[in-house]
């Protein structure tokens, strides 16, 4: 089960890599990456090897990640052209693939019991200051979306007669807000936690040995 995380671990690595590099070269590379969507795709993977027991992470935090993820990505960015084209979306994936990077690295060196003092730093602190911009990055794309979701009506529904009922898309965006930033809090506290637990002086000295 190892070497399947260590391959699962380097095929995320090489794909938040791959767009890493590129926007940095490049830029801006936005919600059309055949990449990006591959990878967030996968992600989801990480959610069952929690449930069979082959990954020890907590599974209500990272289910939070990774759905938040999908539904920003799938559901905002990639129906909808004219967001794509945001400078937001470039920052929002930027702050995703930054994280993933160093998560990914460390994860593969970890499956090889190998721990180096400063990634591991970097793998428990960076995200502290970075998940919460790449949060504030993901309500400001669906805030950016909304005009959009209103003019083109897209996933509104309005049932036929002799039905009264409809589901107006901007509404279930709003609403999420709220799960969004209140699953932030969660999972601020989650990664704060996790830092205490790696980074403490006896942990260190463990991994020094």
């Not at 945001?86 to 460390?106: E, G």
């Not at 005009?147 to 002799?162: A, M, R, V």
């Not at 936690?193 to 040995?209: C, P, Q």
Request: hydrophobic share 50%; proline share 4%.
């Amino acid at each position: 089960m190892n070497m399947y995380l260590f391959v699962y671990d380097l095929m995320q690595f090489c794909g938040h890599s791959w767009i890493f590099t590129n926007m940095i070269i490049r830029f801006m590379t936005f919600g059309k990456g055949l990449v990006m969507r591959l990878c967030q795709l996968l992600s989801v993977l990480e959610m069952l090897h929690i449930l069979i027991g082959i990954d020890k992470s907590r599974l209500l935090p990272r289910f939070l990640q990774i759905t938040e993820r999908i539904i920003v990505l799938f559901v905002v960015i990639n129906s909808q052209e004219e967001v794509q084209g945001k400078y937001v979306v470039c920052v929002l994936f930027f702050l995703w693939n930054l994280l993933d990077v160093v998560r990914y690295t460390y994860n593969m060196l970890a499956r090889m019991g190998l721990y180096y003092l400063p990634l591991t730093w970097l793998n428990f602190s960076l995200c502290i200051p970075f998940y919460p911009l790449s949060v504030l990055a993901e309500g400001f794309a669906i805030c950016v979306s909304l005009p959009y979701f209103e003019s083109f009506g897209t996933y509104s529904i309005k049932l036929p007669f002799p039905f009264t009922f409809s589901i107006y898309f901007p509404y279930v965006l709003k609403m999420y807000l709220l799960v969004l930033f209140a699953g932030m809090c969660f999972i601020i506290q989650n990664l704060f936690s996790e830092r205490m637990a790696h980074l403490g002086t006896g942990n260190i000295k463990n991994k020094r040995s």
